[in-house]
């Protein structure tokens, strides 16, 4: 049985190995109160590459968790990604070239000069990755913000 998100947070059934193995493990239900889903979602992202599964499926949605998955998918760290509508709304990721991603806590803010501090910390080499920042003019990559002079808060690094 696939997880699902509920108002209270995440809802799983069955086994320890996530699978519902007879009708009495629907007494084993637990809950858990996802408070940073950002980086739940990343972790999961991350996990299911490790796992060598190209793809997965998100239960939570919003509009930036969208516009992170544009980014990726612009550098192509997501090959694609499709919003489903259905009981719940899901996104149904396939995973591209990535390594690793993960959110940036606490959330940093950098000035329009600070990002190479922060490119050497989270990423391996300073031309792989990049750093995804809310800024006044929107969510962009670390690239983006320099060309175009901005600065902004710190939300994940992917390479």
Known sequence: MEPTFTNT?????GSASGKLQKKSDLKNIYKMVTRDWISAI???IVNCRKANKNETTITI???LLVELLKIMKS??????YKIEKEKFDKIKIKIG???SCGSIKPRFFV???GFEKYVRRFLPARDVGILIVSTNKGIMSHK????KGLGGSLIAYVY
């Open 9 to 13: 947070g995440w809802i799983c059934a």
């Open 42 to 44: 990343l972790n999961d």
């Open 61 to 63: 949605t919003s509009n």
């Open 75 to 80: 550098y192509k760290y997501v090959e694609d």
């Open 97 to 99: 070239k990535l390594n």
């Open 111 to 113: 000035k329009k000069d």
């Open 144 to 147: 983006e913000a320099m060309e």
